[in-house]
């Protein structure tokens, strides 16, 4: 991970700051970047503030005046730079001070306002008259604004530490707020994360901080990507990413390559990239330590006993014949079994805290529960992680053709946690923590936007005696109005208190379709549009709306011609440049997470058998929060409603999702809305 220079260069060398301890959230690397700029600009609020008369009983603020900032918008971008901007005062008359008590810090301690409260700070300078430096009035300041608004207050210490409370654990951040533009309709993650969002390994605590290793204790997660395309990559990675975090392991990422198809840029350099492209893995660095390639050949040399490395200066990038070597030497030095294959095995974590014993740490047995019996399904055997696999400096996953090697499954029908509550909690980490990055879901919501105002502007024919007679989606639910780019044109919305997301009960909607033909390799899922069309059109109430979203590769748009006789028929295509998706504009390697976005955004959604494209749709709409996951079918007749028929884990695992991987996995009273009797439920 790349070490940020410090918030007040010069004072101490760079090595002393630890970016996940020190920069716990958006807010608080702003004000690193924008310190330099505001240290000589606000001598007037700092004096009124630090300098007023402390027997006139009036309470320290932040302000003179003090403001009050909406609860939601502080977490934008926008509404920090004001905030940073209207508190200049408190940097430019401290520069001094602070730059005393900077050059007088340990290098122990974690971070600048540290994370156990006054304590984890060690004595300010004082100055001659015994008064506390700056910082230390800071300190108090903290500790007793607020931040006022119509949701919960927010102490300006835990706003710095991005916090909200109850605190977090050290070095997790409370939020995440988006790094672009984005419409909150396409969010399903929480906006606030609780304590139980920062769960680590309790095997992380033994692992080595930095490079240095002399005990030995380094463990590492290394896996080759899955060969075949996007959404077989994806699972293979998640379940990967997901075995690091419990088990305590440092997360290894491969080279960067051209993933399989993922070449739609037509350039070597942009069609090169890692899974830091496609995920935000700052929100699972919290968790788990991360490392390149290159850097864990050069640590790994040093503890194998087979020191031929494929190629000594291996770069972050290799080409294919580089790669071949790279993973034949991996194969060969690391842990790696013969026998991944998912149907056949899955691990068993059952990992505590153990003050008792010699390392802190207990490996317990399993039971033979229900739960563990239906992970067992096709008499698969439970491996269980246990000493001897938390001894192995190096577990290697493989991602090639070999079938007992591929880990061409879920992670929640893959890894098994003995304790439910932890289950639930590793499925949550995936959910807000693992989803796609934000370039993804800023682009898929600009393309929802549009798909909705066209919805709007079509209309639907409810009548005015039926809308009344339908309970308000609302309730529970933020009310908003979403005004889009035309003058005149605006249609209102209901989103999630929790998410943000959006309601497909309330305002304008659409129905998706992904229809999969060109080189599929399951034939029997092609069929005519007739056929499809005869399939599902009980599954799509024109009352509801009349637009029609399809994904898909056929490229003969006449194909769809049955469905255009009651809906209005859209593609990416006809959003492509109002959403400013062209080539050179945005990575055309993206294209089709954003319409599994777009997709999983619709009221409701059918998708086609056996696709792992549309097998992710599924998943993600259940993590919504509104009950769609309840509308979502297969078109043709025989699996159409085994989503809900069918909830629980049965194989090949990798065919389509289960609703066990967001069912119930809340245990705050906040779980999405499923419906799994296999009856259509219609939303409106």
């Known amino acids: 991970m790349t070490i940020l220079p410090p918030v007040f260069p010069g004072t101490l060398s760079r090595n002393y700051y630890n970016v996940s301890s020190l920069y716990m959230s958006e807010h608080l690397e702003d004000l690193r970047?924008?310190?330099?700029?505001?240290?000589?600009?606000?001598?007037?609020?700092?004096?009124?503030?630090?300098?007023?008369?402390?027997?006139?009983?009036?309470?320290?603020?932040?302000?003179?005046?003090?403001?009050?900032?909406?609860?939601?918008?502080?977490?934008?971008?926008?509404?920090?730079?004001?905030?940073?901007?209207?508190?200049?005062?408190?940097?430019?008359?401290?520069?001094?001070?602070?730059?005393?008590?900077?050059?007088?810090?340990?290098?122990?301690?974690?971070?600048?306002?540290?994370?156990?409260?006054?304590?984890?700070?060690?004595?300010?300078?004082?100055?001659?008259?015994?008064?506390?430096?700056?910082?230390?009035?800071?300190?108090?300041?903290?500790?007793?604004?607020?931040?006022?608004?119509?949701?919960?207050?927010?102490?300006?210490?835990?706003?710095?530490?991005?916090?909200?409370?109850?605190?977090?654990?050290?070095?997790?951040?409370?939020?995440?707020?988006?790094?672009?533009?984005?419409?909150?309709?396409?969010?399903?993650?929480?906006?606030?994360?609780?304590?139980?969002?920062?769960?680590?390994?309790?095997?992380?605590?033994?692992?080595?901080?930095?490079?240095?290793?002399?005990?030995?204790?380094?463990?590492?997660?290394?896996?080759?990507?899955?060969?075949?395309?996007?959404?077989?990559?994806?699972?293979?990675?998640?379940?990967?990413?997901?075995f690091a975090m419990a088990s305590g392991r440092t997360l290894v990422l491969p080279p960067n390559m051209t993933f399989y198809l993922l070449n739609k840029n037509g350039n070597a350099q942009l069609d090169t990239s890692s899974f830091e492209n496609y995920f935000d893995l700052r929100k699972i660095s919290e968790l788990v330590h991360i490392i390149t390639m290159p850097e864990f050949l050069e640590r790994f040399e040093a503890m194998s006993s087979n020191n031929t490395l494929p190629n000594k200066e291996t770069p972050q990038s290799l080409g294919k014949k580089s790669r071949g070597k790279l993973w034949n030497y991996l194969e060969r030095t690391c842990f790696t079994r013969h026998d991944y294959h998912p149907g056949r095995m899955f691990f068993g974590f059952n990992i505590s805290d153990d003050p008792l014993s010699a390392n802190g740490v207990l490996f317990g047995s399993f039971s033979s529960d229900r739960r563990r019996k239906r992970m067992a399904s096709h008499d698969r055997e439970l491996v269980a992680y246990d000493s001897y696999y938390d001894s192995l400096p190096c577990i290697y996953f493989p991602g090639d053709y070999r079938e007992k090697m591929r880990l061409l499954t879920h992670f929640y029908s893959y890894l098994y946690w003995a304790r439910p509550a932890e289950e639930r909690i590793y499925k949550r980490l995936v959910r807000d923590r693992l989803h796609y990055s934000d370039a993804i879901f800023c682009a898929a919501g600009r393309v929802v936007q549009l798909v909705l105002l066209d919805s709007h502007m079509i209309g639907s024919s409810f009548h005015a005696t039926e809308r009344d007679s339908i309970p308000s989606p609302c309730r529970g639910l933020r009310r908003v109005n979403q005004v889009d780019h035309w003058p005149g044109q605006s249609f209102e919305t209901c989103h999630d208190r929790v998410t943000l997301g959006g309601d497909t009960r309330s305002g304008p909607t659409y129905f998706a379709l992904h229809i999969r033909r060109g080189d599929f390799q399951y034939g029997h899922t092609r069929r005519s549009a007739e056929e499809i069309w005869s399939n599902v059109k009980h599954l799509l109430n024109a009352s509801v709306t009349r637009l029609l979203y399809i994904s898909t590769d056929e490229k003969n748009s006449s194909f769809f011609d049955p469905f255009r006789e009651v809906f209005t028929v859209k593609f990416l295509d006809d959003y492509v440049e109002a959403a400013g998706l062209q080539p050179g504009h945005f990575n055309q390697n993206f294209m089709g997470m954003v319409e599994q976005v777009v997709c999983a955004s619709a009221h409701t959604f059918v998708g086609t058998p056996l696709s792992t494209f549309t097998g992710y749709i599924t998943r993600m709409r259940g993590y919504y929060r509104d009950g769609r996951y309840a509308n979502t079918f297969y078109f043709l007749p025989a699996p159409m409603y085994q989503l809900h028929t069918k909830p629980e884990l049965v194989g090949p695992f990798w065919a389509r999702e289960f609703a066990v991987a967001h069912r119930d996995i809340d245990d705050d009273g906040f779980s999405a809305q499923s419906n799994v009797s296999g009856r259509h439920v219609d939303n409106t």
């Open 33 to 242: 970047n924008n310190t330099m700029s505001f240290l000589e600009s606000a001598e007037s609020k700092f004096s009124k503030l630090f300098l007023h008369d402390p027997n006139k009983n009036r309470s320290s603020s932040l302000f003179p005046d003090p403001i009050h900032y909406d609860y939601e918008q502080l977490y934008s971008a926008p509404q920090l730079k004001q905030m940073l901007n209207d508190t200049t005062s408190l940097i430019g008359q401290t520069r001094e001070r602070l730059s005393q008590w900077f050059t007088g810090v340990d290098e122990d301690v974690p971070s600048v306002l540290g994370t156990g409260g006054e304590d984890a700070l060690p004595d300010t300078p004082r100055d001659e008259s015994g008064k506390q430096s700056g910082l230390s009035k800071l300190q108090r300041l903290f500790s007793s604004f607020r931040l006022k608004s119509s949701g919960p207050s927010i102490r300006l210490a835990e706003w710095a530490e991005g916090t909200p409370e109850p605190v977090l654990d050290a070095g997790c951040r409370a939020s995440f707020p988006p790094t672009c533009p984005m419409f909150p309709y396409v969010r399903f993650w929480k906006k606030q994360f609780k304590s139980t969002d920062c769960h680590r390994s309790p095997l992380l605590q033994l692992r080595p901080q930095g490079r240095a290793d002399p005990a030995g204790l380094h463990r590492y997660l290394v896996f080759q990507p899955d060969g075949g395309g996007w959404n077989n990559i994806r699972m293979a990675a998640e379940t990967a990413m997901v």
